[in-house]
């Protein structure tokens, strides 16, 4: 028996071959059993829209984009009841979620796996009263990266224009005196950079270590770097973090289902990538088990 797959395309993630792609890719989940309908999103929130709309009338939702277009769709799927399961066919730059679940890149290939895998659950977050998102929220030094690089450098130089980005921004890294409120303490301290994440890969290039992270725990990994005092301090926080040690006085990690930061004034948060406002405080909630991904 057919099964409807409601099918959500950005047009204009990673190099822009999203539309060029998916034929194929179509024609697996066809033989699969799938009837695909396609949704285009034209602007930012629109994939939330349509899967509030219409995600209910389908048996599965699948995503074709990168993590902005991702987002969007967990954040519709996550205020859903019982909502259908959701299938990935990464696009995009980073594509940090589809390194956390292992899923393919190659579009015929990520189509097999919605058609073939199995669906398994994992943990949304949700930001203040009504914002979501599916792998990380963060503040501080290069956050402001992902979106302040102009899509067409994205598309045409990858990760590396993640970095030339990130260098412009040397000279004007700001520290933020905050107080960090979790499950188990309260942490103050003048911070360079915090993210709250459920997710195993940042940018595509920092991996967090898969020992004691689980998508589907309840918890998030809360990282804070504080600010350091000179070059030296500096250096150890850049070792420390390609080391993956987050256990020592400059960069700690801890896990928590609730976190809370109190700033003295708003402060620039992004959501998966995407700007996500500023904000003088900032509650999030673990919501456990909201989605459920073909993997």
């Known amino acids: 028996m057919s099964k409807k797959l409601m099918l959500i395309l950005n047009p204009a993630a990673g190099n822009g071959n999203g539309v060029f792609s998916i034929g194929p890719a ?51 799927l996550a205020q859903l009841d019982s909502p259908p399961p959701l299938g990935y066919i990464p696009q995009g730059t980073a594509n940090d979620v589809a390194s956390s679940l292992n899923l393919p890149r190659n579009p015929v290939q990520a189509a097999k796996t919605i058609v073939n895998g199995k669906a398994v659950k994992q943990d949304v977050g949700k930001f203040n009263e009504s914002d979501y998102f599916t792998y990380i929220a963060a503040f501080g ?3 402001e990266v992902s979106y302040e ?13 993640y970095v030339l980005q990130g260098m412009s921004q040397l000279p004007k890294l700001n520290s933020y005196p905050t107080v960090v409120e979790y499950d188990d303490g309260v942490i103050s301290a003048d911070l360079l950079f915090g993210s709250v994440s459920n997710t195993k890969s940042v940018g595509g290039i920092v991996k967090l270590k898969k020992s004691g992270i689980e998508l589907n725990d309840g918890l998030f990994e809360v990282v804070l ?19 993956q040690n987050f256990s020592g006085s400059q ?45």
């Open 251 to 295: 960069v700690m990690m801890v896990q928590s289902k609730h976190v809370k930061f109190t700033f003295d004034k708003p402060v620039k948060w992004t959501r998966d990538g995407e700007a996500g406002g500023a904000h003088q405080e900032v509650v999030l909630e673990n919501m456990h088990s909201a989605i459920s991904f073909l993997i």
């Open 225 to 243: 770097v504080r600010n350091p005092t000179n070059v030296i301090e500096m250096n150890k926080i850049a070792s420390t973090i390609l080391l």
């Open 26 to 76: 179509m024609e697996v989940l066809y033989r699969g059993g799938y009837i695909p309908t396609v949704f285009y999103t034209t602007e930012a929130g629109e994939a939330t829209r349509l899967v509030l709309k219409h995600a209910m009338e389908y048996d599965c939702v699948t995503c074709v984009g990168g993590d902005g277009t991702l987002s969007e769709t967990v954040a519709g």
């Open 141 to 143: 030094a290069f956050t």
């Open 149 to 161: 690089t102009p899509r067409e450098n994205k598309q045409t130089l990858g990760h590396l224009a």
